[in-house]
């Protein structure tokens, strides 16, 4: 018989509330959003990325994408730069205070990330990190 408190997408989803909330929470003090530091890391993590791939990588459509980048841009953490090889695109690279900020959250994300993994051991999380990632290509083929 049917449970919602064993299905896993409502449990992955409440979790990400609960997740996102405290990570929110704990980045507020520097004065960055989740979705900020997100996109930091990931301009950080591939250099010249474009937009498009940003918001894929972070979920999100590309209007909301705009805003963020419109935002970090704003605050002096971003460039878009023109792609060479095509026109029509902006590759995002972040400037140097833009790095610095980034590297300085490394450390408060790495504490949000054991603190939520306290008392489960490596072997469970390797094998929660295939079930779960299983599970979106298996939701991505329908």
């Known amino acids: ?30 004065g960055v959003t989740r979705s900020q530091w997100i996109a930091l890391y990931f301009i950080h993590e591939t250099p010249k990325i474009t937009q498009k791939e940003l918001a894929d990588k972070m979920s999100i459509k590309e209007p909301s994408i705009v805003r963020l980048i419109q935002r970090l841009e704003s605050e002096g953490l971003l460039n878009r730069i023109q792609d060479e090889n095509d026109k029509r695109n902006k590759q995002l690279q972040l400037t140097e205070k833009g790095d610095e900020k980034c590297l300085d959250l490394l450390p408060v994300a790495e504490d949000f990330k ?29």
């Open 1 to 30: 018989m049917f449970k919602i408190d064993n299905f896993l997408a409502f449990i992955t989803n409440q979790s990400g509330k609960i997740f996102s909330k405290k990570l929110e929470k704990d980045l507020r003090p520097y």
């Open 114 to 142: 054991n603190h939520t993994v306290q008392g489960i051991s490596e072997q469970d999380l390797e094998t929660c990190i295939k079930v779960l990632n299983q599970m979106v290509e298996n939701t991505k083929k329908d």
